[in-house]
């Protein structure tokens, strides 16, 4: 696991990853020009709060509170964004991964974009929904403080480490041999899930981090499958 982490991180600098950063910063970018043009259109209309002839609030404070609060929220929120433009685009790392290390492998099959946004959008949809249904438990567990964080880090590793081992998999398998051989692998995917949930929690290697997520779990997949790789070359030697 640490080796497939390592080489996923070695090849960071290469043109297909930066291609795909450039693509998904334009992409977050354009949002949240979007956004702030609609946040301006918003309160372009905005008048004083008065009560009973008060002023409590003049528009022109309104205004700078919004555009002040906006400003903030897309700094915090920007990586995050990028980061899931960053998942629309990873099976273009996966590729890239393949090309450079499994030359010799069959190429995967390409999932054609519309599904990929789809199928990132639904994983994304499900990550919240489920920390949000965790939160009672979370706030039991902050009595056990380390129960709160394992919580945090066992749940989403799982989530985040299916998500990506699917990815990957899917490219050479059905459906039904991805969940087996994912199945029989839960232990070791629990513990990749658990590092990649971990540089998603740290500012700007979250950036990054959807890159390093696919091309580890690429490595990972692979030697999943060298056993069985090795195991068909031995039974056809066998008969022949």
Known sequence: MIAAFAKAIQQLPEPAFLSVVKRSLVLAVLVFVVLAAAVFW????????????????????????VTTISVVAALFAFPVVASIFIGVFVEDVTAAVERRHYASDPPGRSMPVLPSIVAGLRFTGVLILLNVLAIPAYLVLLLIPPGTIFLFYVLNGYLISREYFELVAHRHLDENAARELRKSHTWQLLGSGVVITFLFTIPVVNFVAPLVAAAAMTHIFKAMKAPARGSAIIRCTCRS
């Open 42 to 65: 918003a309160t372009s209309g905005v008048g004083d709060l008065t009560i009973f002839g008060w002023t409590i609030l003049t528009s022109e404070f309104v205004r700078g509170a």
